[in-house]
T-cell receptor
Framework: LAKTTQPISMDSYEGQEVNITCSHNNIATNDYITWYQQFPSQGPRFIIQGYKTKVTNEVASLFIPADRKSSTLSLPRVSLSDTAVYYCLVGDGETASKLTFGTGTRLQVTL | DADVTQTPRNRITKTGKRIMLECSQTKGHDRMYWYRQDPGLGLRLIYYSFDVKDINKGEISDGYSVSRQAQAKFSLSLESAIPNQTALYFC??????????????FGEGSRLTVL
């Protein structure tokens, strides 16, 4: 199972772009990279998922280099409401039961 | 209405009491999970079930048991609650075999306090 490493915390000002990088050196061929967002006292919520190159949706972009050993979640123009914990997970449909949520990256956005 | 519903949302109990946390889902997913989260920590998997007849232990199953009553229902029991089981508990679901990815859908959580 692929182990992930991401920064414990990050700070940003409102309106800035935030990039959170996750390393996953032993990612497997069938693994997807998934990012979740969690607000205090709420369950994690899916943000974005990708396999390679770049994926963009209405809330974020996910950049994955060719070797897939890392990925970067990009949040454009963050607001105070983006203050949350962000988790990077690696796995496929069959290993979903074994996905481990580490401590994630705590993003604090201030004015 | 939430797709994954947990009851109760908050519960305070005493040491030694039996507690059941219930989870129901309307997503039609085969797979269901119970996680525990302690302050400042990530989520740890307690039990998971791939279908009604399948139950599997997760990382921290000691002191807990589960029941998969139907595809849509997955209950977590603490037979004799102890204070260090005070935590926020989450139920989650995901699609079953054949799903390409393992996206998890979480409930709103059940906060349990054991005095």
């Amino acid at each position: 199972l692929a182990k992930t490493t991401q920064p414990i915390s990050m700070d940003s000002y409102e309106g800035q772009e935030v990039n959170i990088t996750c390393s996953h050196n032993n990612i497997a061929t069938n693994d997807y990279i998934t990012w979740y967002q969690q607000f205090p006292s709420q369950g994690p919520r899916f943000i974005i998922q990708g396999y390679k190159t770049k994926v963009t949706n209405e809330v974020a972009s996910l950049f994955i280099p060719a070797d897939r050993k890392s990925s970067t979640l990009s949040l454009p123009r963050v607001s105070l409401s983006d203050t949350a914990v962000y988790y990077c997970l690696v796995g496929d449909g069959e290993t979903a039961s074994k996905l481990t949520f580490g401590t994630g990256t705590r993003l604090q956005v201030t004015l | 209405d939430a797709d994954v519903t947990q009851t109760p949302r908050n519960r305070i109990t005493k040491t030694g009491k039996r507690i059941m946390l219930e989870c129901s889902q309307t997503k039609g997913h085969d797979r269901m999970y119970w996680y525990r989260q302690d302050p400042g920590l990530g989520l740890r998997l307690i039990y998971y079930s791939f279908d009604v007849k399948d139950i599997n232990k997760g990382e921290i199953s000691d002191g807990y048991s589960v029941s998969r009553q139907a595809q849509a229902k997955f209950s977590l029991s603490l037979e004799s609650a102890i204070p260090n089981q005070t935590a926020l508990y989450f139920c989650a679901t995901s699609r079953g075999q054949g799903a390409v990815t393992g996206e998890l859908f979480f409930g709103e959580g059940s906060r349990l306090t054991v005095l």
